[in-house]
């Protein structure tokens, strides 16, 4: 008896996007899925300029700047229909947006946000980072350091949004709000960690593949910009 094949994974080479332009491009790709319902799942590996992300439950008083400090720092605030708080993006941070198909996975979100941060443990782990995901909150830790956010978003059952790992990213902007809620955060990255950060897109790759294996997907990098139905 012939195996069945693996699902799909095509999968963009690391680039710098601003955030609203990769949200509509995530949900271009969401809906494309949702129509498709062919097996195929994409995945975005992004940088982001300087941006503050407000979640579903986040508020505008966790944003801890007034805006004219945001200003002379260049940082965006969007608001956002993901899961989660307030969180930062920005140089050094990867940021990646899986848009998969849980239907033909089997529709268990708390199952698909566990299976999340057990890749990106993975992920630091395979960089020498002894990190864990077994505490009280949503996250990748480092000991007490946070390393990695997760809030994510689903429509009939296909995912977006995603993952934020600290690679190189400069902690200090994390001054600015109060991430994910967290009343006294330690934020950490990988270089904070190691002494000296891999490069990015070497983390992104292994991350990207890393991603394919977990999820026992067949990966391919493609040029998302020029997906179109059909």
Not at 66 to 89: F, I, M, Q, S, W
Not at 135 to 153: N, Q
Request: charged residues 25%; aromatic residues 6%.
């Amino acid at each position: 008896m012939t195996a069945p094949a693996q699902p799909e994974l095509l999968c963009t080479a690391l680039q710098r996007w601003d955030y609203r332009d990769a949200l509509r491009r995530q949900l271009e790709l969401r809906d494309l899925v949702i129509a498709e319902d062919a097996g195929r799942n994409y995945l975005m590996l992004v940088e982001h300029p300087p941006t503050i992300t407000i979640g579903r439950s986040g508020t505008d008083g966790e944003v801890l700047a007034d805006p004219d400090a945001l200003e002379r720092r260049g940082v965006t605030v969007v608001e956002t229909n993901r899961g989660g708080k307030v969180t930062y993006h920005g140089p050094g941070q990867l940021v990646v947006y899986p848009i998969v198909d849980l239907r033909r996975r089997g529709p268990d979100l708390r199952r698909y946000l566990l299976d999340l941060q057990k890749w990106l443990v993975g992920v630091c782990r395979s960089c020498g980072v002894p990190a864990h995901a077994d505490g009280p909150h949503t996250g990748v830790w480092v000991a007490h350091r946070k390393i990695a956010s997760v809030g994510i978003a689903v429509r009939r059952w296909v995912t977006y949004h995603g993952v934020a790992l600290n690679v190189c990213v400069d902690l200090r902007e994390f001054d600015m709000i109060v991430p994910c809620g967290l009343a006294e955060p330690d934020m950490t990255s990988l270089e904070r960690e190691l002494g000296a950060a891999p490069p990015m897109a070497e983390v992104a790759d292994r991350a990207a593949r890393q991603f394919a294996e977990h999820f026992g997907m067949a990966l391919r990098f493609a040029q998302l910009e020029h997906v179109r139905p059909g």
